[in-house]
T-cell receptor
Framework: DTAVSQTPKYLVTQMGNDKSIKCEQN?????MYWYKQDSKKFLKIMFS???????INETVPNRFSPKSPDKAHLNLHINSLELGDSAVYFC????????????FGPGTRLTVL | AQSVTQPDIHITVSEGASLELRCNYS??????LFWYVQSPGQGLQLLLK??????LVQGIKGFEAEFKRSQSSFNLRKPSVHWSDAAEYFC?????????????FGTGTQLKVEL
């Protein structure tokens, strides 16, 4: 039973394309997150949703648009991909927006050529 | 703003030896602290967390960590390392901001285990 799942696991695309990454959690959690891990393994939060409401929006280019159709799903759409977008993107979830542990998905490795 | 420092980028230990990974944080209020492990090509798995109470916390896989407020540290320890412990270890501090819980991660420590 996969708690937090992401698709696809790998994504290779050309500069300028638009792509989406999907995330689903079956833990019944209210809050979901997107993190970016760069080539030096540094992890930084991008967005957080609580019950489909955006609650954290870091300084991220507006080419990145998260969407939460329901509280179990949080997708990330990226327009006009750039070389610098190459990274591993992790989805995570937590019980609620308070101080609870976050459960991470396996990651999506995005490579922009 | 909060920050997390993991001073050791790489650490190599022999299997069966003890391990200590250092983590220092900067945070104005009571910190909520976590250690996560990332195996190659995998997501992050929570090893342990500190919210309050006993400053020595036990985690999974035989790991423990001690919160020392006076030193702003939350070091991770294991008395006897196994080859399967080779991975990247991340310390993180949680902060409630803008209505949500934001984790700030350190830069990670890569652990190599020699057989």
């Amino acid at each position: 039973d996969t708690a937090v799942s992401q698709t696809p696991k790998y994504l290779v695309t050309q500069m300028g394309n638009d792509k989406s990454i999907k995330c689903e959690q079956n833990l019944g959690h209210d809050t979901m997150y997107w993190y970016k891990q760069d080539s030096k393994k540094f992890l930084k939060i991008m967005f957080s949703y609580n019950n489909k409401e955006l609650i954290i929006n870091e300084t991220v280019p507006n080419r990145f648009s998260p969407k939460s159709p329901d509280k179990a799903h949080l997708n990330l759409h990226i327009n006009s991909l750039e070389l610098g977008d190459s990274a591993v993107y992790f989805c995570a979830s937590s019980q609620d927006r308070q101080y609870n542990e976050q459960f991470f998905g396996p990651g999506t490795r995005l490579t922009v050529l | 703003a909060q920050s997390v420092t993991q001073p050791d980028i790489h650490i190599t230990v022999s299997e069966g030896a003890s391990l200590e990974l250092r983590c220092n944080y900067s945070y104005g209020a009571t910190p909520y602290l976590f250690w996560y492990v990332q195996s190659p090509g995998q997501g992050l798995q929570l090893l342990l967390k500190y919210f309050s109470g006993d400053t020595l916390v036990q985690g999974i896989k035989g790991f423990e960590a001690e919160f020392k407020r006076s030193q702003s540290s939350f070091n991770l320890r294991k008395p006897s390392v196994h080859w399967s412990d080779a991975a990247e270890y991340f310390c993180a501090v949680g902060r409630f901001t803008g209505g949500g819980n934001k984790l700030t991660f350190g830069t990670g420590t890569q652990l190599k285990v020699e057989l």
